[in-house]
């Protein structure tokens, strides 16, 4: 019984220090919007968005609490791609720079939770 | 770049967002203004000048569109107006002119910033982004840059906003007379908007000379009776004008 009662402590002190409080459940990313003719597009694995033109996104990353976490959102390559805050809350938008393909780095509360590939294509060329 | 998710509006922001608004409504501006487009993302709208009354005049200050497209080798300007809405998180700088809300092509691959303006360098869509003394994009909008398949020449001197194409030129030596001349693009016989840039010459400078190329205008003066052909080339296009000098 006196083991059983250790055991028990030593659980609960474990659990303690392994800071059991929420951690990161998922990133919701949400209307996704380009413009004609070339819209682009954007989901958990890929983005594609046009030389010159730009897709904007609602992202925001929950933990099991379903609370909001602190979102970071970054370009790997900024000559290709840039990833600029809308003055909307939780929006953001992906500029094409130039064609090329780069990474796209999604954090919450500091952490690396999602890394999608970007791709910045050429438009077809005009008469 | 990496981007914080950012806190709540500043303090010292929704006093001056609410001047800007109440200002732009006391001057008389809304986006709902002739001559503006909506952007995008619905936080504003954009304006277009340029400064050739008959290619930019239809779209600039009062006039009733937004062009759809613009000529190559253009120059024109593009502002913003942000929405009068409360809701808005930008950021103004009230020490600058435009109080911090910038107007850039968001790649230089179609339109690039001059010295004039903005220029079209490529044939393309480009969008032309809002951003706020911040660098956040407050709105976006898409103009296409298209090539010339034509230029039209007009008299300079032609009051009309919607003056006639210029075939031929006959100049009279002995009236000493010049004329004055400027040139728009068509593509698929619809205008172009945008200051275009182009560059005068004649065929044969001892029967008639451009003079002098200021602002965009061409001062054609006759040197002696003869045929000459004037050349107007812009936006990756000729225009040839027939002229003719009298006595």
Redesign the interface.
């Known amino acids: 019984m006196k083991r059983l009662a250790t055991l028990a402590a030593i659980a609960a002190c474990a659990l303690s220090l392994a800071g059991c409080g929420a951690d990161y459940d998922h990133t919701d990313i949400t209307n996704v919007?380009g413009?004609?003719?070339?819209p682009g597009t954007m989901n958990y694995a890929r983005i594609v968005v046009?030389?010159?033109?730009?897709v904007?996104a609602h992202i925001v990353s929950l933990d099991d609490d379903h609370k909001t976490m602190?979102?970071?959102?970054?370009?790997k390559d900024?000559r290709v791609l840039?990833?600029?805050?809308?003055?909307?809350?939780?929006d953001?938008?992906f500029?094409?720079?130039?064609p090329g393909t780069t990474d796209v780095e999604i954090t919450a509360d500091g952490k690396v939770v999602l890394i999608v590939t970007a791709v910045v294509t050429n438009?077809p060329?005009?008469? | 770049?990496?981007?914080?998710?950012?806190p709540?509006l500043k303090a010292v922001s929704a006093p001056l967002a609410a001047a800007f608004a109440a200002a732009l409504v006391t001057a008389g501006c809304s986006i709902a203004d002739p001559g503006t487009k909506t952007g995008?993302?619905g936080?504003g709208g954009f304006h277009f000048s340029c400064d050739d009354a008959v290619a930019c005049g239809k779209y600039t200050d009062t006039a009733v569109k937004f062009p759809d497209a613009v000529a190559l080798g253009s120059t024109f300007a593009v502002t913003f107006t942000p929405k009068s809405t409360s809701?808005?998180?930008?950021t103004f700088n009230d020490s600058l002119p435009d109080r911090g809300i910038v107007v850039a092509?968001?790649?230089e691959?179609?339109?690039s910033r001059g010295v004039k303006g903005l220029v079209a360098v490529n044939?393309?869509?480009?969008?032309l982004?809002s951003?706020?003394a911040a660098?956040?994009?407050?709105d976006?909008v898409?103009v296409?840059v298209?090539?010339p398949d034509a230029l039209v020449v007009y008299d300079a001197d032609e009051p009309s906003s919607d003056p006639p194409a210029v075939d031929t030129i006959e100049l009279s030596i002995s009236a000493a007379d010049s004329k004055k001349f400027r040139a728009f693009a068509q593509q698929n016989k619809a205008d172009l908007a945008g200051s275009l840039q182009v560059e005068w010459t004649s065929s044969n400078p001892l029967v008639a000379e451009v003079q002098s190329t200021t602002d965009g205008i061409a001062t054609l003066v006759p040197r002696s009776t003869g045929s000459a052909m004037l050349v107007a080339t812009g936006g990756t296009f000729t225009q040839n004008v027939p002229i003719t000098v009298k006595p």
């Open positions: 919007k413009s004609t003719p070339f046009p030389v010159g033109m730009v904007t602190a979102t970071t959102i970054s370009s900024t840039e990833v600029a805050g809308v003055v909307s809350p939780d953001y938008a500029l094409g720079l130039a438009q060329a005009l008469p | 770049m990496t981007l914080r998710f950012r709540h995008e993302l936080n809701g808005l998180n930008i092509p968001v790649s691959a179609f339109v044939s393309g869509y480009a969008a982004a951003r706020d660098g956040h994009l407050v976006y898409v296409r298209a090539k």
